[in-house]
């Protein structure tokens, strides 16, 4: 996949609309007041309890909202070659275990 089909699909990706809460919790927090703080501060802290590898793979599909080929490409370039079925894998894994360590946190149900 050449560096064109990359651009544009991450320019598809960026095009995608986001959910209000989802865009507000993590572009705009001020906008929901201080009642954002504690939450905002609970998910970083599930973050820190993650690996170098889990934060790495939830930050290009979530944050940066990369494909499962722009992150495999990414990760390729950073010296780990993985095919996109392995790391739908891994995501998976990953919000298993980040359920996990929201409940065992108290914070969902």
Do not use: C, I, Y
Not at 41 to 67: F, G, Y
């Amino acid at each position: 996949m050449g560096l064109v089909d990359l651009q544009g699909q991450a320019e598809a990706a960026r095009r995608r609309p986001r959910r209000p809460l989802e865009e507000a919790l993590v572009h705009e927090p001020a906008l929901l007041g201080e009642a954002a703080e504690p939450f905002l501060q609970a998910l970083e802290k599930l973050r820190e309890a993650l690996t170098l590898e889990e934060r790495s793979l939830l930050a290009l599909r979530v944050d940066q909202e990369l494909s499962w080929a722009e992150t495999a490409a990414v990760l390729a370039r950073e010296g780990e070659a993985v095919e996109p079925n392995a790391l739908m894998k891994r995501f998976e894994r990953l919000k298993e275990r980040l359920g996990r360590l929201a409940k065992e946190r108290g914070l969902v149900d």
